[in-house]
């Protein structure tokens, strides 16, 4: 069965440190995967999304995530964390006809 | 270009209650989604839409849930009674339905049963 595990339930970092969300994803065929953050009281907005070529891929906000096949991973990483990253953030693989969403990370900023 | 929008952003009813939610799509797109985000987890799928036709309703409480998309355009889902362990935030989403795999997510209709 398809299904997305973030280990991670919440992460801490201080503004200005480095940060990575980890996403584990189970699918048998060759995964779209997604990364999506979420604000209080927001919907959903798409950080980036890895189809196929450039396992390393750029999103907004200065996100970037690597899809590491052999691992089953799709992890998240900002070099310098700001005050404004402070979200919980949704890592999905893409089946016909539907996003399957993890858990989700809750990131808290300290100053 | 208007996002996706959803009404009402917050609904506090007792419990046999019946609620209904609105979602109208960006324009355009025509696959809808209705997905349920109980606290603390991720979104799950109740109901996609391609078009009018309901294509996956799978994941649809059927006894007490409900939804309808006339037009192809706007969608309404509804729960009739609500019970207590309905309370969540119910996102719709839209999508142009090639599957690129962006969603588009309104901010969501966040439901509290009492």
């Known amino acids: 069965a398809q299904s997305v595990t973030q280990p991670d339930i919440h992460i801490t970092v201080s503004e200005g440190a480095s940060l990575e969300l980890r996403c584990n994803y189970s699918y048998g065929a060759t995964p779209y995967l997604f990364w999506y953050v979420q604000s209080p009281g927001q919907g959903l907005q798409l950080l980036l999304k890895y189809f196929s070529g450039d396992t390393l891929v750029q999103g907004i906000k200065g996100f970037e995530a690597e899809f590491k096949r052999s691992q089953s991973s799709f992890n998240l990483r900002k070099p310098s964390v700001h005050w404004s990253d402070a979200a919980e953030y949704f890592c999905a693989v893409g089946v016909p006809g539907k996003l399957i969403f993890g858990q989700g990370t809750t990131l808290q900023v300290k100053p | 270009e208007a996002g996706v929008v959803q009404s009402p952003r917050y609904k506090i009813i007792e419990k046999k209650q019946p609620v209904a939610f609105w979602c109208n799509p960006i324009?355009?797109?025509?696959?809808l989604y209705w997905y349920l985000q109980n606290l603390g987890q991720g979104p799950e799928l109740l109901i996609r839409?391609?078009?009018?036709?309901?294509?996956?309703d799978s994941q649809l409480p059927k006894d007490r849930f409900s939804a309808e998309r006339l037009k192809g355009v706007d969608s309404t889902l509804k729960i009739q009674p609500a019970e207590l362990g309905d309370s969540a935030v119910y996102l719709c989403?839209?999508?142009?339905?090639?599957?690129?795999?962006?969603?588009?997510f309104g901010e969501g209709s966040r439901l509290t049963v009492l």
């Open positions: 839409y391609e078009n009018e036709e309901a294509v996956d």
């Open positions: 989403a839209s999508s142009l339905g090639d599957f690129t795999g962006e969603l588009f």
């Open positions: 324009s355009g797109h025509n696959t």
